[in-house]
């Protein structure tokens, strides 16, 4: 069964996307430098496909290991790349690490997989690039907005190296997949979100406030022109996300591709305001969160919810699970931390 090189794979959807990869039949070589993922993660993989991958520990940014590495590794048929920083706060004020973190490592990757006579490659990009759309949902003809933070700025500049990459060399094969907003864990509770110190992102502060971590959410702005007037993101399952790379890196394998490089909008295709997150929240915890209103997060946009025809229809990928299902994981989850 065909090699596949996933880095960053020890982190969320990472590991999500390592477990469904081995429940394929594929073998997995992950490199993770363990900056924002934890050694156990293994554990949890082995306990849920009874398959240890093989394991790299280093840095990315070290081009001569990484060369190395992927001379040592020469039968690898696939590479999913996931490692990145993604802090959007962190990265306003340390942007030299991002770019150094998000672009030098793609292009030590890209400049390997470049000397191969085929080379497929699968880039974790983001719904960040559209910035504030202007029609929703969000197709994959929207115009990329400037970025509004250097880690916005990273995943556009990484698509714009494979684009380019592959225009001048027809053996590199890239899909570049744009996601919304994962949430949720595996149904097992043996993978889940891990976010280390205190959590920027929605679904981790909740579960964590309803298990007595934090005291209280803050909602962040209530006078938005959405229907409730919270914020409306489009927030699917980490499972259905991993399943995604899997149909993807199935199609450049099979040689199903119709360009050498193309973009997927991964989301459900359904906006949710921040209240109805909360409210799912009550109802699969069975409890009242404490939360508060507070003013607007600067930076964040209105709405944002992907079109997923072209998933849909061209992949043949669509995501299954219903917000009340990816809640009830997320809080399964948090109950075992
Ligand atoms: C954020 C990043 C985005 C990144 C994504 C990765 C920003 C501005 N954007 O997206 O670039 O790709 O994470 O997951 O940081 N909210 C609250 N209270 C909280 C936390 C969040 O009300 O304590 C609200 C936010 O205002 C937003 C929604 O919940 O409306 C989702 O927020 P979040 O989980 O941070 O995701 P995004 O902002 O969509």
Redo the contacts with the bound molecule.
Sequence with gaps: MAKILVTGGLGYIGSHTVVALQEAGFKVVIVDNLSNASIKVLDGILAITGKLPEFENFDLRDKHKTQQFLKKHEDISGVIHFAAS?A??ESVENPLLYYENNVNTLIYLLQELNKKDNANFIFSS???VYGQADVMPITEEAPIKQA??P??NTKQIGEAIIKDTCKANKNVNAIALRYF??IGAHKSSKIGELPIGVP????P?ITQTGAGIREQ?????DDYPTTDG??V?DYIHVVDLANAHLVALQRLLDKENQNNFEVFNLGTGTGSS?LEVIKSFERVSNKNLNYKIVER?E??IVS?FADTKKANSVLGWKAKSTLDDAMDSAWKWQQTL
């Design positions: 993604k959007v706060g983001s719904c960040t509004e933070s880690y916005g907003n994962p920027q992102n929605l679904v502060y959410l803050s909602v962040f702005g919270t914020c993101r921040v997060r930076g964040d944002a």
